[in-house]
């Protein structure tokens, strides 16, 4: 199982560097190539999962002394998503090699290695987000989806597409120093980086932690008053536009407050606090 999880995680990545070095005539064929095989990994990863009948796999990937700096936790939500993520991207790649073509009319264009390179790098930065067991892993594929935006709403290089691309990214990435907040908070408090360790936590620290990551979820998932970003994130190619800014990535918000919420034995007025 650990193989596959990392085969799944790691493909995207390594199909970008591919499309990167490819002649642009084969960067669509490859870049569905590298979807298909993702997905195909995440489907076997998904059925090893079940055929072990396990309430949840963890997995430590990278660790300095004890602390836990990287690894993957597989579950049932998990495995859901991450079939979301990786399922949708495969179709939109798919969808993409007859929609960035010079017969569409709209926008007559054809795709080039770095439309391909950049989608495959969000599918596996979605697919590291959603299976990373710790705040660290988090933010490293928090960040990487808000650089894949920027690069995929500014695609077509208009001075609108470029303002559009830069303001997601500021505003993101603003969102994203909750999670700095929080990683940093957890691990003076509890010594590691692992997202079940959160049931440590007492006090201003819990509410520091669950803040930060509420804090960036709000960015992301372009919720006031961080909203501003996502009408003009539209400037992206329509498969963009359906992929990153409205299936996947602004449900990284949600994804976090969940893969945190379960892992705490939060107060009723820490829940009422951040529901208001």
């Not at 700096?69 to 998990?78: E, P």
């Not at 390179?117 to 990487?144: H, N, P, R």
């Not at 408090?189 to 804090?215: C, K, N, W």
Request: with cysteine; net charge positive; charged share 10%.
């Amino acid at each position: 199982m650990e193989n596959l999880a990392l085969t799944t995680l790691m493909l995207p990545f390594i199909g970008a560097l591919v499309v990167s070095f490819s002649p642009q005539r084969r960067a669509a064929e490859w870049g569905v190539l590298f979807a298909a095989l993702t997905t195909l990994c995440m489907l076997s990863l998904i059925s090893a999962f079940y055929q072990a009948d396990k309430v949840a796999v963890t997995l430590t990937l990278v660790n300095v002394g004890d602390v836990a700096l990287f690894g993957l936790v597989i579950d049932r939500v998990s495995t859901l998503i991450l079939f979301v993520v990786v399922f949708l991207g495969l179709l939109v790649t798919i969808y993409s090699t007859g929609y960035l073509t010079d017969k569409n009319r709209e926008h007559p264009h054809n795709g080039t290695n770095r439309y391909y390179a950049f989608l495959l790098v969000f599918i596996g930065a979605m697919a590291g987000l959603v299976l990373s067991s710790t705040l660290l892993g988090q933010l490293l594929f928090f960040e990487i989806t808000g650089g894949c935006s920027w690069a995929l709403i500014s695609y077509y290089q208009s001075d609108k597409a470029q303002r559009s691309a830069l303001k997601a990214l500021l505003i993101t990435h603003i969102g994203s120093l909750g999670l700095y907040l929080a990683a940093a908070t957890l691990f003076l408090q509890t010594g590691t980086f692992v997202l079940s360790a959160m049931s440590e936590l007492h006090g201003d620290a819990r509410y520091l932690v669950y803040g930060g990551i509420l804090f960036a979820a709000w960015g992301k998932s372009a919720q006031l008053p961080m909203q501003a970003w996502l009408p003009d994130a539209m400037e992206a190619p329509t498969p963009i536009s359906a992929y990153l800014h409205a299936a996947s990535m602004v449900k990284v918000g949600g994804w976090h407050w969940r893969a945190a919420s379960p892992t705490s034995s939060t107060t009723r007025s820490l829940k009422a606090c951040f529901s208001l």
